[in-house]
C-alpha cells in the first residue's frame, strides 16, 4: 500500500511517501502554510498525485505519554485533512522524531538553511519507517 506520511508543524509540515511495497520510504517535500485548510489541499493534492491509499499523521505525544496542546492541534487537523484527502487518516506516536531526525542530519553534516528546509520531511520519513514497522508485525 502507498502510504504517505505528515509530520504537522504550526508553519513548515514534512511529508514523505513509500512504496507500494512498503519497504522504503522517502521524503517528498516540507510546505510551508499555517492555514489548516489550505494545508490539508496541499497534502490531498500530493496524496492524489502520489496515489497514496493511506495517510499516517504523527501525533506529538509527551515524553510520558500524555497529550497537550499540539496534539490537540493534530486531532483537530487530523478531521479535516480525512475530509479534504477522502482518504483514512491513521494517528502515530511521533515521539522523539524531530530528535532522530536531528541526529541523521548531523551524521550527514547538513546545515544551516538546508536543514532547516529538510528536517520536517526527514521526520516524516522517521514517522512512516516507524508505521511501516509496525504493520510488519502486525501481519
Known amino acids: 500500500m502507498i502510504i504517505l506520511s505528515v509530520d504537522y508543524g504550526r508553519v513548515r509540515t514534512g511529508i514523505a511517501i513509500c512504496d507500494r511495497t512498503e519497504t522504503i520510504a522517502s521524503p517528498v517535500a516540507v510546505i510551508k502554510e499555517v492555514r489548516q485548510e489550505i494545508l490539508a489541499e496541499k497534502i490531498a493534492a500530493i496524496a492524489k498525485e502520489r496515489q497514496a491509499e493511506q495517510i499516517v499523521l504523527g501525533l506529538p505525544k509527551n515524553m510520558d505519554g500524555s497529550e497537550g496542546e499540539s496534539a ?29 531526525a536531528h541526529h541523521y542530519l548531523n551524521v550527514t553534516d547538513t546545515r544551516g538553511k538546508k536543514r532547516k ?3 520536517d520531511s526527514v521526520a516524516a520519513v522517521i514517522i512512516l519507517e516507524d508505521y511501516m514497522r509496525l504493520r510488519g508485525n502486525r501481519s
Open 72 to 100: 490537540e492541534n493534530v486531532r483537530c487537523f487530523k478531521d479535516v485533512l480525512e475530509k479534504t484527502a477522502g482518504l483514512e487518516v491513521v494517528l502515530h506516536d511521533e515521539r522523539g522524531t524531530t530528535i532522530t
Open 117 to 119: 528546509a529538510v528536517v
